[in-house]
Nanobody, 124 residues
Framework: QVQLVESGGGFVQAGGSLRLSCAAS????????MGWFRQAPGKEREFVAG????????NYADSVKGRFTISRDGARNTVNLQMNNLEPEDTAVYSC?????????????????WGQGTQVTVSS
């Protein structure tokens, strides 16, 4: 079992930055691929970014490329999402997720463990 807890959400004006963190407990993340997803009110959940915890390969949704950076901290068993140049369209609940293996995937159903989510609100 893996427990995931997100932190770092909040309220920011357009153009600002936030850094989200996802702390894992129960197991080390060495054999997992991690992902960040988001869901805005009335919309489907969408993939944001993913990373192989052990190798560091990453992938991003086109909508966040060049603005968001996903990284991992092995010592803290944590995955981070640095979000810069935020836009009102980025407003959503952001959740981290873990899936077994090293295959990067933008599909939520491929992930086994999920955190509760953290709210990000970007004002115009």
């Amino acid at each position: 079992q893996v427990q995931l807890v997100e932190s770092g959400g909040g309220f920011v004006q357009a153009g600002g930055s936030l850094r989200l963190s996802c702390a894992a407990s129960g197991r080390t993340l060495d054999t997992f691929t991690m992902g960040w997803f988001r869901q805005a009110p009335g919309k489907e959940r969408e993939f944001v970014a993913g990373i192989n915890f052990i190798g560091g390969r990453t992938n991003y949704a086109d909508s966040v490329k060049g603005r968001f950076t996903i990284s991992r901290d092995g010592a803290r068993n944590t995955v981070n999402l640095q979000m810069n140049n935020l836009e009102p369209e980025d407003t959503a609940v952001y959740s981290c997720a873990a899936r077994y293996g090293l295959g990067l995937s933008p599909i939520g159903d491929d992930y086994t463990y999920w955190g509760q989510g953290t709210q990000v609100t970007v004002s115009s």
